[in-house]
């Protein structure tokens, strides 16, 4: 089954403020394994970055001035993303704001019911505790090292490790699909090394079989 972990940063909290994307970053997982596809892009916001989320993604707004509208790639989004679930930490923030930028570029908006939210997820299965990403790689003892700001396709990789965890499922190798099927390939050629040939006896030792039988024997079980 294949799913998209998805992952935005914006100008600001509120769409009701007029804030808008600066960057989207997908990852394709088939069967919760990564696979080589992947979604990424940075985007013009038209508008100015607000203080408070520059300090956390970073994206300045000389860095997006170049960068293209989000009526540029949304036939490409939507394209990467249909027919799969989205799986999204604190899904009502990104949705809101994707289905914002749909709207905008007079596109069809995202079903929510596609949509599994990791918040929610960890909510129910940690009530009470801290349930932020970092907080739940910190859980999970995923190596979170490089998040030194939030970026869109780091914290995709990040909540690929902590989803997989969540639902309780052994965490499988980060390889691309491709290395995980030569693997496998590897496993099936090598199934017969361990089976043990078997050797029929001849007639001479049947004979000699059954008279060690008679004579050391008082009573043979075996005929």
Known sequence: MKEIVLDTETTGISVKDG?????????????????SNKFHCYLNPERR??????EVHGYTD??????????EIADEFLLFIKDKKLIIHNAEFDIGHLNNELQIANREKIDRTNVIDTLELARDKFP?????????CKRYRIDNSKRAKHTALIDCEL????????IDQREPSLNFV????????????????YSKKITEPTTEELKLHKEYLKKHLKKNFFN
Do not use: M, W
């Open 128 to 136: 009470g505790s801290q349930i932020s990403l970092d907080a739940l």
């Open 62 to 71: 000389e860095f997006l001035s170049d960068k293209k509208k989000f009526s």
């Open 49 to 54: 970055v607000s203080e408070k989320a520059l």
């Open 19 to 35: 804030h808008r994307i600066v960057e989207i970053g997908c990852i394709e997982i088939d069967n919760l394994v990564p696979t």
């Open 159 to 166: 909540l690929t490790k902590v989803y997989i965890n969540l």
């Open 178 to 193: 491709s290395d995980n099927e030569n693997f496998k390939n590897k496993i099936i050629k090598n199934t017969n090394v």
